[in-house]
Nanobody
């Protein structure tokens, strides 16, 4: 079993920045990792993904503002979020494509207007 532990969420003003971190409790390589977010009453939305080959993809809503990166040695993935907007307010989840798909517990990001 793999655990994903997220950190870095919090409250920030519009235009501010936050960096989310996700640590995986495994020594196995994880090719695909991603960040999702979810707001009440809505489905979880894929916002950024990255492979071990550093191939990244972003949702249009965050492209140019968010940057996903990873540290393969330490099994960590990061999400640098800049120019935050109130509509970025959500619970952010880390995802790893291992053992059928593994999710973190989520971390709240709140952007005040």
């Amino acid at each position: 079993q793999v655990w994903l532990v997220e950190s870095g969420g919090g409250l920030v003003e519009t235009g501010g920045s936050l960096t989310l971190s996700c640590a995986a409790s495994t020594t196995h390589s994880i090719n695909y990792m991603a960040w999702y977010r979810q707001t009440p009453g809505n489905e979880r939305e894929l916002i950024a993904s990255i492979t071990t080959g550093e191939i990244t993809n972003y949702a249009q809503s965050v492209k140019g503002r968010f940057t996903i990166s990873r540290d393969n040695t330490n099994r960590r993935v990061y999400l640098q979020m800049n120019s935050l907007k109130p509509e970025d307010t959500a619970v952010y989840y880390c995802y790893a494509k291992i053992y059928g798909g593994t999710w973190g517990q989520g971390t709240q990001v709140t952007v005040s207007s």
